[in-house]
């Protein structure tokens, strides 16, 4: 079934961000009534902009933008490859025009491909002050923020639109708190696309899932949801998990459509299920200490730079997934598939699962406050 999304461009106040290749694709309680199954069709929404610090707003038309700067060069780090992609395309286009925007005074470097090193390094020379900006997952951050935890649980949201819409909101501002005490700032972060799981066999109801072999990142509430499914989560380093699935030690794995292409998984699986159990976050983080040392202008030139690079990514995205959807299903014979009605209904037990784990390990206020907005922006 070929995936349709809507594009909701609604523009409000600070947002956060994020890229697909370079991340690695690699409380409150649930609802009690069991809301009904997404289908493959999840919509998309253009998150809102990061607050600028000057009174010039962000805009969406950046034809014949000027923003009268200072000089400043800051370096960019992205652990993945992003040639070819939604965000990869955007990124190069708004490298150039930011330097366009300034008569050339704000240029930023980038190094793709961990040409500066793999995501942990990244973000740990973002805080040190090695590099200026980290692009990439939140996962790789939760070693500096624990408190970003809470956008891995599972099972919350029925399309990417109800995703950016909370983080659009006052979670943003919270998760900003946790960011600044580790010496961090968040530019951005938002979501193009669900987390989705390619299997050797198809999954058509909940008995398909007891006991199948699943690789999972080595994230302990990303196994947790799954145990809680039945099925049997592995972690395995990314670049292992190609000939695992091709051997048959594994049964499944799950990402979002990049990755799944990128690494060639459409070679050696021959079904693909519409989960939809993770939105994939991608952020720009800057160094807190850095980004309150811009002038003005400077701060609305980066903000700029993140929201257009955000927004075109969001418009975008749709259209790539559906390209990818369709070059697997007419070259590989990749079958798909929504998500059986008996799985949806065992989602809420297994996001109460993670939810009851993670209120062990950070704020519990803070993990009822999102679980709390994601239900609200559910419902609406």
């Not at 805009?59 to 780090?77: F, R």
Request: proline residues 4%; contains cysteine.
């Amino acid at each position: 079934m070929k995936r349709k999304h809507i594009i909701s461009l609604a523009l409000a106040l600070v947002m956060v961000f994020s890229l697909v290749a370079c991340g690695g694709g690699d409380t409150g309680s649930t609802p009690t009534t069991t809301p009904a199954a997404p289908a493959a069709t999840g919509t998309t929404t253009t998150p809102a902009a990061p607050a600028a610090s000057t009174t010039t707003e962000l805009v969406d038309d950046t034809t014949g933008l000027k923003i009268a700067c200072e000089p400043i060069e800051l370096s960019m780090g992205c652990s993945g490859t992003i040639d070819g992609t939604a965000s990869g395309d955007a990124v190069y286009k708004y490298l150039e025009e930011i330097k366009q925007w300034t008569d050339g005074n704000f240029v930023i470097n980038f190094y793709p491909s961990g040409q500066l090193g793999g995501d942990a390094e990244l973000i740990e020379g973002v805080q040190m002050g090695s590099v200026d900006i980290f692009m990439g997952s939140p996962s790789a951050q939760i070693g500096l923020v624990p408190e970003l935890a809470i956008l891995d649980i599972a099972g919350l949201y029925e399309n990417i639109e109800q995703c950016n819409e909370v983080l659009s909101g006052g979670v943003r501002d919270q998760l900003e708190t946790y960011y600044n005490k580790a010496g961090l700032h968040l530019g951005s972060a938002f979501s193009t696309s669900f987390r989705i799981t390619s299997s050797n066999k198809a999954i058509n109801s909940l008995a398909d899932l007891q006991g199948l072999n699943i690789r999972t990142q080595e994230n302990k509430y990303h196994m947790a949801f799954w145990k809680a499914l039945g099925a049997n989560p592995t972690p395995l380093a990314w670049g292992e998990v190609y000939i695992a699935l091709q051997q048959n030690m594994l049964d499944a794995q799950e990402n979002p459509w990049v990755s799944y292409v990128g690494a060639k998984i459409c070679e050696v699986q021959s079904n693909m299920t519409f989960t939809n159990h993770i939105p994939f976050i991608l952020t720009f983080v800057t160094s807190n200490a850095k980004y309150q040392s811009m002038s003005d202008a400077q701060k609305q030139a980066l903000n700029q730079f993140f929201y257009s690079v955000q927004k075109e990514t969001a418009e975008k995205s749709p259209a790539d997934d559906e390209r990818m959807q369709k070059m697997c299903e007419d070259t590989y014979g990749l079958v798909c598939a929504d998500l059986a009605p008996d799985i949806w209904a065992a989602y809420p037990a297994a996001t109460q699962a993670v939810v009851d784990l993670m209120k062990q390990d950070i704020d519990p206020t803070l993990v009822d406050n999102y679980v709390a907005a994601a239900k609200a922006a559910v419902g609406n």
